[in-house]
């Protein structure tokens, strides 16, 4: 499309009227597509002639969804996925292998972990975990068999951003391919494009979604790491559902006005609990206080939806927390339009040790908030009533 501004593509980017003549795209629910002729089936398989062929290979709504947000990215390649860890798993399957090695940020989900330390180590595949914040330890963590970095930015759930700048010309410098999960942030809100990163992964069952509905990934970057990817997932078969595509296609196009509203009340939380004598920290990338402020400000543009803190009182006093809040949800997902608390020691990273988990910044009481879409008085008053009855 010829509009350039970010609101504008999410709305008006979908594919071609049918004869049908709708406003909003159809909904394609169908297993495969047939074929004008012998011929015709013959030269899409091929490959001679594009088309669609089986909702496994392709499909209207997932390739869609895929499209739109590669081109939110500054893309032109994308490929949905059935979930963010289905994403996760095929960028690392489809690009390296047996005798490999990855570098990767230790602080990332939890899930994400466990594939670069149980499943991939079983392929043959090694891994170094490096704090994401450490330029130096991810330069001295380079092998001569090192394929790729990976990084969450901000990082899931300490919210420590890696230094997108910084990596993308190591990688550049060394020939490696960039990853950056991208979840967090949101392409409204940072583009690691624009620091070179080969692909951008989502699990676009948080913010993208946004209304806890559907599970959904995608993968988007450049044309050979996608194309590698699409290959292993057009056999292996961690397909979007097409429904599930349409919904999330749809959920872009009010992505902008809901992430504006996130970051707004998520920053009046966090000077909020600042200024509570129960909370001992609080990490948010926009809070001036923040020691990486200025990093934050330079890669997004603003702080996003989430805020950690810690409280006094540890694992017992975080779990007394919880039980206290009357309207926040207590689940493990994020980027919902309801305010959601959770504590990953005990949830997210529960398969941790506890060395481990203090390794990558989780405190026993630690406490990650998604700062929903309610009145941010009505958030605030929530947190302040539980901080008290948990004393």
Known sequence: MSQSHFETLAIREQMERTAQNEHAAPLFLTSSFTFDSAEGGAALFSGESDGNLYSRFSNPNTSEFARKLAHLEGYNHGIATASGMAA??????????????????????????????????????????????DNAAFEQAIQPNTKL?????????????????????????????????????TPY??????????????????????????????????????????????RT????????????????????????????????????????????????PHDIDNPQYELAKAQMSQGGGLVGCVVRGGAERGAKFLNALQMHSLTANLGDTRSIATHPASTTHSKLSKEQQL?????????????????????????????????
């Open 88 to 133: 996760v798993f095929t960028a690392f399957a489809a690009l390296v292998k047996s005798g490999d090695h990855i570098v990767a940020a230790a602080n990332i989900f939890g899930n994400s972990l466990h594939i670069l330390q149980a499943i991939l180590p079983n392929m043959g595949v090694a891994c170094t975990l490096v704090e994401v914040n």
């Open 149 to 185: 970095i990976f990084v969450e930015s901000p990082a899931n759930p300490t919210l420590t951003l890696a230094d997108l700048s910084f990596l993308g010309k190591l990688c550049a410098e060394k020939g490696l391919l960039f990853l950056v999960d991208n979840c967090f942030a």
């Open 189 to 234: 809100l940072q583009q690691p494009k624009r620091y070179g990163a080969h692909l951008v992964i989502h699990s676009a069952t948080k913010y993208i979604d946004g209304q806890g509905r559907v599970l959904g990934g995608a993968i988007v970057g450049n044309e050979t790491e996608v194309g590698a990817c699409y290959d292993f997932i057009r």
């Open 237 to 284: 078969g961690a397909t979007l559902s097409p429904f599930n595509a349409w919904v999330l296609s749809k959920s872009l196009e009010t992505l902008a006005v809901r992430m504006d509203r996130h970051c707004s009340n998520a920053q009046l939380l966090c000077e909020f609990l600042k200024s509570h004598p129960e909370v001992q920290e609080v990490i948010y």
């Open 359 to 391: 390794a990558v910044g989780i405190s026993p009481g630690f406490l990650r908030f998604s700062v929903g879409l309610e009145h941010h008085e009505d958030i605030i008053n929530d947190v302040e009533r539980a901080l008290e009855k948990s004393k």
